[in-house]
């Protein structure tokens, strides 16, 4: 048995309480509209690199007595995939938060980094006693590092790297989950392999980047939420999904400057949040988070005094989520409002697809 030494981390998002993560610092422009697209450069230096990433997750993992990080796999370029788990009784429901799917949609990962430095904090242990975390922070790290077999000349972001929506192979990710696993990337085949079919997992977020410019009645949206929309989806999954949706939604409109919409998505099994609920019977919700880390096309991409903003969302995202299903208030969630959520509509020209 590996032993290890509880430490706590002595830093601002150290001293933050789960529940209490309002000291991440948000621009003064993130209230409301949200900053504007453009706000400030883009810069990629200042973005956790593959390498960067590992090394926080070994630090974490000697640090942390509750988590364990697991190889699901490796990229093309064979980068090992990475999964922080955190799995106290396999009888308890289980939740896959995923990012980076897409490479350039890296704001997530950063939340869901500090999410994980939170879990070891000792604040949450009675959440942990009644919920299992799974937590695959990088699942294209080729695209995330801009190692790919493709030209990137035309991207925006200025500092070490670019980073690109595709793997590789200049494969999307998320429009992989239809396929017999043999024929997928081999990013997407260790996640059904590895992670879908190894663990009975409850509930998954897929966390991603949209546009800058969605709005609803007038107002831009902080970001966008679907479930899973494909006809096959099974009653009891897709109400979970709902319930999953209301915890968010909840969390996000209360705090004064999120504003969520209803993502425009499509039905294909072969995106993620359908082929999940499809072929594994879990409850799904889509992210989209407001701007893109790098693009080539401009409009996509918000500046890193969007960061903080952005960040935050993605920790009262993951936080509310575990403490909804570790009490199983996340079983009376009222799922109604999804009759009168408006969809977003765009101000300029079309989103990226999820």
Do not use: C
Not at 56 to 66: R, S, V
Not at 88 to 93: A, D, H, K, Q, Y
Not at 106 to 126: N, P, R, V, Y
Not at 166 to 189: C, F, G, I, Q
């Amino acid at each position: 048995m590996k032993l290890k030494k509880k430490v706590l981390s002595v830093s601002l998002s150290g001293m933050m309480a789960l529940g209490a993560v309002t000291a991440v610092a948000l621009p003064a422009g993130a209230v409301g509209n949200g900053p504007s697209a453009g706000n400030g450069s883009v810069q990629t230096s200042i973005l956790y690199t593959y390498e960067s990433l590992v090394d926080y997750l070994k630090t974490q993992d000697a640090k942390q007595e509750a988590m364990e990080l697991e190889v699901i796999g490796q990229t093309v370029k064979g980068r090992d995939i990475h999964m922080a788990k955190y799995i106290s009784n396999p009888e308890n429901p289980t939740v896959l938060f995923l990012t980076q799917q897409h490479g350039n949609e890296q704001l997530t990962t950063e939340g869901a980094l500090e999410f994980i430095k939170h879990l070891g904090t000792g604040k949450t242990s009675g959440v942990l006693d009644n919920v299992n975390i799974l937590v695959i922070p990088m699942l294209n790290a080729d695209g995330a590092m801009g190692d790919v077999d493709f030209s990137l000349e035309d991207y925006h972001a200025d500092g070490d790297r670019h980073l690109t929506r595709y793997n590789a192979n200049e494969v999307d990710l998320n429009r992989e989950h239809d396929k017999d696993t043999s024929e997928m990337e081999p990013e997407a085949r260790a996640l059904h392999e590895n992670v879908f079919q190894k663990y009975d997992i409850d509930y998954m977020i897929d966390l991603h980047h949209q546009g800058t410019l969605s709005e609803t009645e007038g107002e831009l949206v902080s970001g966008s939420i679907l479930y899973p929309t494909n006809e096959n989806v099974k009653p009891e999954v897709l109400e979970g999904s709902k319930k999953l949706r209301a915890v968010v939604y909840n969390a996000l409109e209360d705090t004064g400057w999120g504003h969520i919409g209803k993502y425009r998505g499509g039905e294909g099994a072969n995106i993620g949040r359908n082929g999940a609920a499809v072929r594994y019977d879990i409850s799904t919700l889509l992210f989209e988070m407001r701007g893109m880390s790098d693009h080539y096309y401009e409009p996509y991409a918000l500046g890193q005094k969007s960061n903080g903003y952005l960040i935050k969302q993605t920790i009262t995202t993951l936080d509310a989520t575990v403490r909804a299903i570790a009490d199983d208030s996340i079983e009376t969630m009222d799922t109604s409002f999804w009759d009168t959520l408006p969809e977003q509509t765009n101000r300029q020209s079309e989103e990226a697809d999820e």
